[in-house]
């Protein structure tokens, strides 16, 4: 027999040991990949999720927070709201610590 004819013989003996051996020799491969990609995008995406919806809440409308209908909302009043709240500042163009209706509905989400 010459060794072109040893090939075929070869393969029938090697590749019945690796389907009989497939989950142990799958665990000694070298594992290219630190973290699974799959399951990182999948994290990532539920971080960016809750980020956003922190970053993108829905605010109520003015008349909501507005309770005693004064025209305008105290720092405290809008710390009723999460939105209001961490916007009182930006959407304050007058800085004189009172949100009016005016801008609240101008302050950009």
Known sequence: M???NLVPFTCLAVLPAVFLLGGAAEAQMPDYWPV???ASATAQSAAQSSADAREFSTRKSFDALDTNRRG???RKEAKQDDWAGRNFDRCNISHDGHLSEVE???CPE
């Open 36 to 38: 699974n990609p799959r």
């Open 2 to 4: 010459t060794a072109n």
């Open 104 to 106: 609240y509905a101008n």
């Open 72 to 74: 305008y909302l105290t």
